[in-house]
């Protein structure tokens, strides 16, 4: 048995900052009102005309990571790619990485877990490391939202809050099984599905379907109960990140540096008071980026190595909660 460890992290956002001055010209609403729901300040949307997609962020990503572990990319061995914004309905982005970054005939797979699809990809890469089957795995985060959102008043309450961007680590095999990824942990509740769904286009909502009922039928945008979600957020959160800890022997105190999901700020904040956290000891980055869903852990935690905020010897946490419902962790010794 081995254990998995980090060896490189990359990001990519588009270039576009579109603040929430510039919603309120496309929408009824207002920079207060965003702030201080969501704590959301700006977010990267893609420019029209540009080609970034899912696939193309992803790929920019992992280059940066695979540079950062000092790899090739002929020496990554399996692809774990978590999007819901493939580019396609199918096939999925992880065998278009295999082909942007020209590598060989590795096999790659597509995670579909929403909020909590980098926390499901990391665990999967994990326990291909930990069998010993493979030893470089690629895993990537990465969203394209903003060309599918309602960007009128009527779907304000969701379009707000969601970015663009993507992020991409390195994991290896360590061969000392007291340090890297300690133990993951993943749950789902499909019972709340309807609770934040896009519905279609899907084989049961497929597109004919959509153009005969119009413009009215929003199954295509995204449909969220802010309040039914974060209440669950909270707990399901706060229950995951004690279920690490405690496999782990470890407390709360012991936390050096907590990375959520970029939900929501208020969520976040709400986790570090229970938690009784310092402000060093969690990181967000949700003010700049919104919530870019599968990417926002990757690229959360990417940032706060970057800013020199992770150290050797540090316990990480990553933590998630997202639409299925599905939530997760994975505690980390850096
Ligand atoms: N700008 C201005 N007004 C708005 C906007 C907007 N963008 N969106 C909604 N409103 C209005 C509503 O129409 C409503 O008006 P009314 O009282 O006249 O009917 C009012 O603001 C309050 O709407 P609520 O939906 O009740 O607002 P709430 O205070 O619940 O905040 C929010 C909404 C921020 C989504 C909140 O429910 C929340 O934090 N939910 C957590 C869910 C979450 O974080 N989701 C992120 C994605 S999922 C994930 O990553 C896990």
């Known amino acids: 048995m081995y254990n998995s460890k980090i060896i490189g992290l990359g990001k990519y956002v588009p270039d576009n900052v579109v603040t929430n001055d510039d ?10 009102w965003i702030q201080e729901r969501t704590g959301i300040q700006e977010r990267r949307w893609i420019k029209a005309g540009t080609n970034d997609t899912s696939a193309t962020m992803g790929a920019k990503a992992a280059k940066i990571a695979i540079e950062r572990a000092s790899l090739t990319k002929d020496d990554i061995d399996f692809i774990v790619f978590a999007t819901l914004s493939p580019d396609y309905y199918f096939p999925g982005c992880g065998v278009q990485i295999q082909d942007l970054l020209d590598m060989p005939t590795i096999g790659a797979l597509d995670v579909r877990n929403q909020c909590s699809g980098f926390v499901y990809a990391i665990s999967v890469a994990d326990q291909f490391i ?18 599918g959102l309602d960007k009128t008043t009527r779907g304000r309450g969701v379009t707000v809050i969601f970015g663009d961007g993507a992020g991409a680590c390195v994991l290896t095999r360590e061969e000392d099984t007291t340090k890297g990824i300690l133990s993951t942990h993943l749950h789902s509740e499909g019972k709340y599905a309807d609770k934040l769904i896009v519905a279609g286009p899907s084989i049961a909502h497929w597109v004919p379907e959509i153009i005969e009922a119009g413009d009215e039928d929003v199954s295509y945008f995204p449909y969220m109960d802010g309040t039914f979600v974060f209440k669950h957020a909270v707990v399901r959160f706060s ?11 470890l407390q709360k ?5 907590l990375i959520p999901h970029q939900a929501n700020l208020r969520i976040a904040q709400y986790i570090q008071s229970k938690f009784k956290l310092r402000d060093d ?7 700049k980026y919104g919530n870019t869903t599968a990417a926002s ?4 935690l990417t940032e706060a190595w970057e800013e020199g905020k ?11 909660f997202g639409s ?6 994975a505690i980390i010794k850096w």
């Open 130 to 147: 930990k069998t010993g089957m493979y030893k470089n795995i690629l895993v990537i985060g990465a969203e394209y939202h903003s060309n």
């Open 324 to 329: 299925g419902f599905t939530w997760g962790s």
């Open 310 to 320: 992770i150290k050797a010897g540090d316990n990480v946490v990553l933590a998630a």
């Open 253 to 257: 105190e012991d936390i050096d540096m």
């Open 281 to 287: 000891q969690v990181f967000n980055n949700i003010m």
């Open 23 to 32: 919603l309120s010209k496309m929408m009824d609403t207002n920079d207060a």
């Open 297 to 300: 852990v990757i690229i959360a």
């Open 239 to 249: 229950e995951v990140i004690i279920e690490g800890l405690e496999k782990n022997g």
